[in-house]
């Protein structure tokens, strides 16, 4: 059978989520179809199966791209990441998704682009993920059946497998309140400043009383089959004193925990060693003596 | 016609006021305001889309093509081997690729052609053909080529071979103090012009073709299919449309696709056929920069005298002849660089492999061997102790002396003085010290300056342009405006600016009078391809002859007298162009000093140099092995400059093109053909990775054959950037010196790992 082209793809386009629900639930083959810049990539390669897409634009309970309640913060679907670049609140409480949102393709993609077209797309290269894990970010997930919440940490299981069933609408994002005082760190390698695909990635934040370690996060891209919390690396750090021999034996709790491989873009030795050298960078920039 | 006229050189410091006045380009406005009508523009009424079926295997016999199940191939126009009316061969220099193959080479080869009005369901039908091979063993690179394995060309794989030699070279050795080997590697190159590979056909089956495309070389097309139709070359009309970029990509390519867009015509019965490739099959199909491996061997004294040099220059020309000859000649004739070399011997060689044939590319083999020799010589100080700077000034060439091929240098050149201006604008001396320091001290950021000296010759080869014997013409129009006639298009690097100011100049009309003809084989004479920097200087030179003649002609029979105003001109022209067609031509002639002999490879291999020097300063990230551009210099002699802004936009664009080829551009290739084949994977560049570029001209005393003594730059910039990126690398890692291009970070990452390894 020829693989599909353009005459094989309808769109239906929801104005209110209980109409988008439905046509999820009773519908065969619909996609959801938010920024479209992973979507039209895929369309454009040939490598998306004939399909009707749920167009999620026009959704009246989607516009607004933030929300706060008790503190928390709620991203709507179609949050783009120019939204997160623009809104100064946004920028205060939560930098790293500025600085990750700088660093999303160039600024038309981070116009059209949406977070949660990042979280279901599901790449180990996203660079949108890692800061909301960082954040300890929570999926919302509707069906016509209920929602449910998941923590965005346990959400993905496998290469592009995830916690979401076919009928489910990512309808939010919730972070709650970051720690005060923590020192955050984020560094994208990608092969150039713009337009370029995650290489490795690493992010995180660490809060330190007197030299020793608090609490952190270790997230990194590009290194795993999916987003990657790097929870032993971060067990070893917790409640350590930040001195060479801990970064020590987080370097090494880091490399047993990435499995980064050989592909068109890099070098599974590369990612190896870069991931561990991003993870030194970052934990003597938290050190007691560069502060 | 004149043909015993002699080509005088042009001396003067005297030239109009336009010459070197930023004139805007004539068809700026209409690039901008999107007006300007590229290949997928036209309209016609009715028309079919052309695709190719290719070959999934690199090498073997096309045993069947299959036509899969659901689709209506009734009504679609296919095209396979045996529908070529005349003769299945691309001419080029010689017989190159088929159009349609029966036995493949390489992976993409065009086997058959289809087309069909639904462009959706072309692409479907695309899908459903399965094409079966009988497989044959392949061969991927320089190595298993020289091997001799699996010859599949002439008796040794070779496509062709050079050899330079002066002088003895043993004796070099043997006097030398300091000998030094290396190999040089460098990879293939996309040219990534903004428009992809287009064209549109229609084939009369009557007998008239006509090509309308995104082409650099329309004769070059119109020879290709004369004998593909089995017509005479008059009945191919190729009309240039607005070109988005080249860089050389569309030199040859384009004979090919319209032959398969001609094809396709014909089988239709004569409807229009499109053929416009999109990114990925660009990319997959159309020739790159050839990749190439040098092996140098150099005799110095202690004192940095250059002794002797021997070359092995090899490039992988991939699987039919097309260009690499010529590709092969400008880098064997740029490899000795601009020193006083005595003893020399120089071989070149391009090899057959299964890869999709390599071609044209801004710098056309001299990037490859620039590439080796400067960094060679960057190693060469080091061992000796030397600043590489130091080591170039003790040996530039100066008037009076003689390359390797023989040719006696006739400028009063002072590469010195150019290299000290480019040294200084850097703030070379001081930086190249600072740095050293700070690396010490600095574990995490490595900061490195260094340099390259090169030239670029101008125009065809040897006796390329006297067998080319390109025509241009000049004539009047009936409102009184003078129209440019060539075969030379602009596709971004400024031809049509640059023939406006020199034919205004001549003619002392305002440049708003003067008109360029879009090159169309039915109304232009044939000035050549639009390649080896050779606009300028040669065509340039007869734009202003025939310019020139059409003035005299018009004082004369227009009863002007000298000192007339552009007002009179205008006027007189309108009334001589009413009466009949008022219109001069100017042939080539070549200078009377030059000579080549192609047997031995001596003499005057080009009758003008652009001179350079590049200083690159650069950063490497340890902690990411990224290498980056922090600043860039480069001094430019080219004699004059016809518009400054332009000329300056080129050497700025190429350097952005070379920081690629050094840093960042990989094509990635399996059994031989690109697999990284889209704009995601395939890294360019963009300007947040360029840095600032400063860029400056200066002039030795004018004297060379060029229009107002101009001459050519569009490659210059191509040559220099990726040894002087590569040689500043090697500074900021201490003097680890990375041999192969790109210096991608995963490169330099194992690099620095195994020492720190050793170290360990
Ligand atoms: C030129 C270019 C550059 C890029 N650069 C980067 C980069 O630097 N970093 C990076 O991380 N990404 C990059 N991307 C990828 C892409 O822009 C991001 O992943 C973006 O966040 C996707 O969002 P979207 O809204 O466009 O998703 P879409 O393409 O609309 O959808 C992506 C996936 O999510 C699903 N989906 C979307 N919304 C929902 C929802 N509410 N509920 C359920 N499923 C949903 C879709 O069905 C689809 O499977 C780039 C893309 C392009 C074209």
Redesign the interface.
């Known amino acids: 059978?020829?693989?599909a082209?353009?005459?094989d793809f309808s769109v239906f386009n929801p104005r209110r989520l209980d109409e988008a629900l439905s046509l999820l639930a009773e519908e065969e083959n619909v996609v959801p179809l938010a920024g479209g810049t992973d979507l039209m990539?895929t369309l454009e390669?040939?490598n998306l199966s004939p399909c009707r897409f749920l167009n999620l634009m026009g959704i009246a309970e989607f516009q607004e791209p933030f929300s706060w309640c008790d503190g928390k913060l709620r991203m709507s679907p179609l949050c783009s990441y120019r939204d997160t670049r623009i809104d100064k609140d946004v920028a205060t409480r939560y930098p790293l998704l500025v600085r990750a949102a700088r660093e999303v393709g160039v600024l038309a993609i981070q116009s059209r682009g949406t977070w949660a077209g990042n979280i279901v797309n599901a790449s180990p290269a996203a660079d949108g993920v890692p800061v909301l894990m960082v954040y300890d970010a929570e999926v919302e997930l509707r069906s016509t059946s209920g929602t449910r919440t998941v923590p965005l940490c346990d959400f993905y299981r496998g290469y592009k497998e995830m916690d979401r069933a076919s009928d489910e609408l990512v309808t939010g994002i919730i972070l709650p309140p970051p720690p005060e005082d923590r020192i955050e760190y984020f560094r994208k390698?990608a092969?150039?400043?713009?337009?370029?695909?995650t290489?490795v990635l690493l992010t995180g934040y660490l809060l330190r009383s007197d030299d020793r370690i608090e609490d952190c996060r270790i997230v990194l891209g590009s290194v795993a089959p999916f987003t990657l919390r790097a929870r032993e690396t971060e067990s070893i750090l917790r409640g350590s004193v930040l001195d060479s021999e801990t970064i020590k034996a987080a370097r090494a709790a880091l490399q047993g925990e990435i499995s980064p491989i050989d592909d068109?873009?890099?070098?599974a030795?590369?990612r190896r060693?870069?991931a561990e050298?991003?993870l030194?960078?970052f934990l003597l920039s938290a050190s007691p003596e560069s502060h | 016609m004149n043909t015993k006229e002699t080509l005088e050189p042009v001396e003067s410091e005297e030239a109009p006021p336009i010459i070197g006045e930023n004139l805007p380009r004539p068809e700026g406005i209409r690039k901008v305001c999107g007006t300007a009508l590229y290949a997928d523009d036209l309209k016609f009424d009715s028309c079919l889309f052309g695709r190719t079926v290719r070959s999934p295997a690199p090498r073997g016999r096309v045993r069947h093509i299959a036509f899969g199940e659901g689709i209506p191939w009734d009504e679609f126009v296919i095209v396979l081997p045996d529908d070529i009316p005349g003769e299945n061969a691309v001419t080029l220099i010689e017989k190159s690729q088929p159009f349609l193959a029966t036995s493949v080479r390489h992976i993409g080869e065009p086997v058959a052609l289809i087309a069909h009005h639904d462009r959706a369901l072309l692409n479907k039908a695309l899908k459903a053909i399965t094409v079966e091979i009988d497989e044959e063993p392949a061969i991927f690179s320089i190595e298993e080529a020289l091997e001799g394995k699996e010859i599949q060309y002439g008796r040794d794989n070779i496509f062709k071979e050079y050899r330079i030699t002066r002088g003895k070279l043993e004796e070099a050795f043997s006097e030398a103090d300091h000998v030094l080997e290396g190999v040089y590697e460098t990879g293939a190159q996309e040219q990534l012009y903004i428009e992809p590979q287009g064209v549109i056909a229609r084939a009369d089956p009557k007998g008239e073709v006509t090509i309308w495309g995104s082409i650099q070389c329309p004769f070059y097309v119109q020879k290709a299919l004369a004998p593909l139709f089995a017509l005479s070359p008059e009945k191919v009309r190729v009309i240039q449309t607005e070109t988005g970029g080249g860089f050389g990509g569309k030199e040859e390519y384009p004979n090919l696709l319209s032959g398969h867009a001609a094809l396709l015509s014909y089988r239709a019965g004569g409807a229009v056929v499109r053929m416009i490739y999109d990114r990925r099959e660009d990319l997959f199909v159309t020739p790159k920069r050839h990749p190439s491996r040098t092996r140098i061997k150099s005799a110095f004294r202690k004192d940095g005298t250059f002794l002797g040099l021997e070359v092995d220059f090899v490039l992988d020309g991939g699987a039919y002849p097309t260009l690499s000859s010529t590709v092969l000649s400008r880098g064997i004739l740029h490899s000795f660089g601009p020193y006083r070399i005595p003893h020399a011997d120089l071989r070149a060689r391009v090899v057959f492999t299964n890869s999709t044939p390599y071609g044209a590319f801004r710098g056309f083999g001299a990037p490859q061997s620039i590439f080796a020799l400067e960094l060679h010589l960057d190693r060469v100080a080091h061992e000796l102790g030397l600043d590489p700077a130091e080591l170039r000034r003790r040996n530039f060439v100066k008037k009076g002396d003689t390359f390797p091929t023989g040719q006696v240098i006739k400028e009063e050149i002072d590469l010195a003085l150019l290299m000290d201006t480019a040294l200084k604008k850097a703030d070379y001396a001081r930086k190249r010290k600072a740095y050293e320091e700070e690396n010490r001290k600095n574990p995490r950021v490595k900061r490195g300056i260094s340099l390259s000296v090169f030239f670029h010759g101008s125009g065809f080869t040897g006796s390329g342009e006297v067998m080319l014997g390109s025509k241009a013409a000049v004539r009047l129009l009936k409102d009184g405006s003078v129209e440019v006639l060539s075969a030379n298009v602009e596709f971004g690097q400024g031809t049509n600016a640059m023939f406006t100011q020199i034919t205004a100049a001549i003619l002392g009309i305002p440049p708003e009078w003067v008109r360029i003809h879009q090159p169309d084989t039915a109304v232009v004479p044939n000035s050549g391809p639009t390649v080896a920097s050779r606009t300028t200087m040669i065509v340039g030179r007869l734009v202003e002859r025939a310019a020139r003649r059409l003035r005299e002609r018009v004082l004369e029979e227009g009863g002007l007298s000298q000192g007339y105003t552009g007002e009179e001109f205008r006027e007189t022209a309108k009334r001589l162009a009413a009466r009949e067609e008022f219109r001069e031509e100017a042939q080539y002639v070549p200078p009377p000093d030059v000579h080549w002999d192609e047997q031995r490879y001596q003499g005057e291999a080009y009758s003008g140099y652009s001179w350079s020097c590049d200083v690159a300063d650069v950063e490497v990230d340890m902690t990411t092995f990224q290498a980056e551009v922090k600043h860039f210099v480069s001094v430019v002699e080219c004699g004059t400059v016809v518009n400054p802004i332009i000329a300056a936009g080129q050497i700025e664009g190429g350097i952005a093109q070379s920081i690629g080829y050094a840093l960042y551009e990989d094509v990635h290739t399996e059994r031989g053909v690109m697999v990284n084949n889209q704009y995601t994977n395939y890294i360019i560049p963009t300007t947040a990775d360029i840095p600032s570029i400063e860029v400056s001209f200066i002039r030795f005393p004018l004297c060379n054959y060029g229009p107002f003594a101009a001459k050519g730059i569009g490659e210059l910039p191509a040559d220099g950037p990726a040894p002087a990126v590569a040689a500043a690398v090697a500074h900021a890692l201490g003097y680890r010196y990375i041999n192969k291009i790109p210096l991608l970070p995963e490169r330099i990452a194992a690099v620095v790992l195994e020492e720190e390894e050793t170290a360990a």
Not at chain 1, 264 to 267: A, D, F, L, M, V
Request: charged share 25%; aromatic share 4%; no cysteine.
């Open positions: 059978m020829p693989e082209s353009l005459l990539v390669t040939g390698v092969p150039r400043r713009l337009q370029a695909i290489k068109i873009r890099s070098t030795m590369y060693n870069v050298r991003l030194d960078e």
